[in-house]
């Protein structure tokens, strides 16, 4: 546990420059060493596959966008349902066109530590030999400024087929995860699927940085969740879906578009966003935002990433 959750805080904390999604690939790479199956896709297979929505965000960058697959077989039946864990990699997040304030920007390389959790999370299964079949999916990306980037009011074609009208380009995680999410489901058939991501700055503002926004289609995943946390004190605060939400993401001219109009429920609608692309799956989302990183060190924490969700994971695969 103590190798996985120092592999995720190293990965959260390196400077961008460093830490691009093909190193970042690289880094998930290296746990086939000890014994994890990892397949990485470049854009060019993406393009094939039709990952529309995911590509979109990587188009204003030097570095090369990736999608990597882990796979831990640890069963003794190989052919039992996994659980799926994925998460969102933005190894550094401009906001696009959209463009961040310059004030707090150097915060943006933390964007990736959804991905920095799951690649850290496999290795802690890998080197406890965890008695799980278990898929982990990161979805990697720099969302840059360039004569590439994609512009508000582009639309995209997701890898689901459905469209997704782009109004705000630094509502850019949920495009990177809608993609590996549907990837996830469609290939593995898992039988539960857990995101992760530092997604809006909306839940630190609901609940700071002492706990995760937790959003699920699923009570018992929700409770074992919730429980999970309260043993390793990664809290979790559970918000509503619902379908009066769902309808503020409707576009007039595609399936959907990624943000709402306003400012109420940023939070709730992008998590309503991502439930478009889990089908009949179970399926928690975990906005990691708030304690994903600290700006200085406090209880075990120190400066920069901690590490949040490694352990919490842990005791999911370990108790439920």
Do not use: C
Request: net charge neutral; aromatic share 6%; hydrophobic share 40%.
């Amino acid at each position: 546990i103590h190798e996985g959750v120092t592999m995720t805080r190293n990965l959260v904390t390196e400077p961008p420059n460093v830490m691009t999604p093909p190193e970042l690939a690289k880094n998930a790479a290296s746990l086939d060493k000890i014994g994890v199956k990892v397949t990485v896709l470049g854009e060019k297979e993406m393009t094939k596959l039709g990952m529309g929505s995911l590509l979109s965000v990587g188009r204003g960058s030097e570095h090369e966008s990736k999608l990597v697959i882990m796979e831990w077989k640890g069963h003794k039946n190989k052919k039992k349902k996994p659980i799926a864990f994925i998460g969102k990699g933005v190894s550094f997040d401009t906001g696009g066109v959209s463009l961040k304030p310059a004030s707090g920007m150097e915060e943006m390389k933390y964007d990736m530590g959804g991905s920095g959790v799951v690649i850290g999370l496999m290795k802690t299964l890998a080197l406890r030999k965890a008695k799980a079949n278990v898929i982990g999916v990161v979805g990697l990306v720099e969302n840059h400024i360039g004569n590439m980037a994609t512009r508000p009011s582009d639309v995209v074609k997701s890898y689901s087929g459905q469209t997704i009208e782009v109004l705000n380009t630094d509502a850019e995680g949920r495009l990177v995860l809608a993609d590996a999410l549907w990837y996830t489901q469609e290939k593995y058939k898992p039988e539960l699927m857990v995101d992760l991501a530092t997604l809006t700055g909306a839940i630190i503002i609901a609940i700071g940085n002492e706990y995760a926004g937790l959003f699920s289609n699923n009570d018992k995943l929700s409770k074992q969740l919730e429980d999970a946390g309260k043993i390793e004190d990664e809290k979790l605060w559970r918000f509503p879906l619902h379908e009066n939400f769902d309808k503020m993401i409707n576009s007039p001219i595609a399936d959907m578009q990624n943000i709402s109009y306003g400012r109420g429920a940023g939070s709730i609608t992008a998590a309503q966003f991502l439930k478009r692309f889990v089908g009949q799956t179970k399926w928690a989302h975990l906005d990691i935002a708030g304690p994903a990183f600290a700006d200085a060190a406090w209880g075990e924490h120190p400066k920069g990433g901690t590490g949040f969700g490694v352990r919490l994971l842990i005791d999911l695969v370990e108790n439920f």
